[in-house]
T-cell receptor
Framework: AQTVTQSQPEMSVQEAETVTLSCTYD???????LFWYKQPPSRQMILVIR??????QNATENRFSVNFQKAAKSFSLKISDSQLGDAAMYFC???????????FGKGTLLTVNP | NAGVMQNPRHLVRRRGQEARLRCSPM?????VYWYRQLPEEGLKFMVY????????ESGMPKERFSAEFPKEGPSILRIQQVVRGDSAAYFC?????????????FGPGTRLTVT
């Protein structure tokens, strides 16, 4: 069974600084997708960034980028120039290419200090 | 384009009552997924439905829980005879076709509290 592990229950960062959130996963599949979702206090799940396993290039979305290490099964999220609005729970998620079931980690609570 | 709508946002039920959670997918989406988020946990898959069909209910408890997605109207997640352990946030997601190739877009969730 696939598992997703987020080893940092909580992280904090100063406004305008950079922070990296860790995620590892376990799978025997070769075709899959990885995601980072943001859940602010409103509890809405917002897709931040997505990575296809077959792509070697790391995905980027403005201030958000990932470090995808396929062999190590690692998928970390880097947030640059952190803003107060980035404060939220961040979930790493995995989905096999042939399936629709998302498997989520337990989340990392990010605090942004002014 | 309205996103995925869920209502109610908050629902309080006493033990033994029934809870009905509604999900209206995004316009043009015919696939719906329900996930449950227990306190301090990530979301866990419950059930996948297309219009009038349950495709996969492997994540749903065998008793007291049921889901439907009728030809007309929203998808409904129904929990009969609720117990305290059912207290959680229930999220619905939708996709235009099977989400092996399409993103799942999430609604804001329904927070169920069982007293």
């Amino acid at each position: 069974a696939q598992t997703v592990t987020q080893s940092q229950p909580e992280m904090s960062v100063q406004e305008a600084e950079t922070v990296t959130l860790s995620c590892t996963y376990d799978t025997s599949e070769s075709d899959y997708y990885l995601f980072w979702y943001k859940q602010p206090p409103s509890r809405q799940m917002i897709l931040v960034i997505r990575q296809e396993a077959y792509k070697q290039q790391n995905a980027t979305e403005n201030r958000f980028s990932v470090n995808f290490q396929k062999a190590a099964k690692s998928f970390s999220l880097k947030i640059s120039d952190s803003q107060l609005g980035d404060a939220a729970m961040y979930f790493c998620a995995y989905r096999p290419g042939s399936n629709y079931k998302l498997t989520f980690g337990k989340g990392t609570l990010l605090t942004v200090n002014p | 384009n309205a996103g995925v709508m869920q209502n109610p946002r908050h629902l309080v039920r006493r033990r033994g009552q029934e809870a009905r959670l509604r999900c209206s997918p995004m316009k043009g989406h015919s696939h719906v997924y329900w996930y449950r988020q227990l306190p301090e946990e990530g979301l866990k898959f419950m059930v996948y439905l297309q219009k009038e069909n349950i495709i996969d209910e492997s994540g749903m408890p065998k008793e007291r829980f049921s889901a439907e997605f009728p030809k007309e109207g929203p998808s409904i997640l129904r929990i009969q005879q609720v117990v305290r352990g059912d207290s959680a946030a229930y999220f619905c997601a939708s996709s235009p076709q099977g989400a092996s190739t399409y993103e799942q877009y999430f609604g804001p969730g329904t927070r169920l509290t069982v007293t």
